[in-house]
């Protein structure tokens, strides 16, 4: 209902709720409808992220993680979905980085060095240090298996 009224527009959207279970409460915010207000939320250059349930290879394909990285890409321009450990699930976890084209914006989210990366974190964080986040980890998560990107 939130989202429905809402007239607000939002720099990032983070969809962290319950997997996409039939007749669970979180079903209707994996929809193509839903995916589609809050395209139409984010302001240019805005970005969407959702968890999308387990990200591992042998259920990435059963679970709903390749599901819901096809219905984003029906709605917008750039997806990118990725995989973090999280001890406490056992599993690989997948998520999906979503949105639109806009100009200035460079779209290579999964393509750029580590390197780059680990400067602009150093720029943007001048005498800190990351304790699981770096230029390579950046990559790392992007580098799904075959059996998954397809």
């Known amino acids: 209902e939130y989202l429905e009224n809402c007239t607000d527009t939002f720099d990032v959207i983070i969809m962290d709720i319950a997997d996409p279970v039939e007749c669970g409460p979180g079903i209707r915010l994996y929809s193509r409808e839903c995916y589609e207000r809050c395209a139409a939320l984010l302001s240019v250059g805005g970005v969407y992220v959702t968890q999308s349930g387990p990200g591992a290879i042998f259920n990435a394909k059963q679970e709903c993680f390749t599901t819901i ?11 990118f979905p990725y995989v973090v450990d999280i001890p406490s699930f056992g599993s690989l976890w997948g998520f999906n980085l979503a949105f639109n084209n806009a100009d200035g914006v460079d779209n290579d989210v999964s393509g750029r060095a580590p390197e780059t990366l680990d400067a602009l974190i150093a720029e943007r ?22 059996p998954v990107r397809q």
């Open 69 to 79: 990285s096809s219905t984003l890409r029906s709605v917008f321009d750039n997806v």
């Open 125 to 146: 964080m001048p005498g800190q240090e990351l304790k699981f986040y770096d230029g390579t980890t950046h990559r790392r998560v992007f580098a799904l298996p075959k």
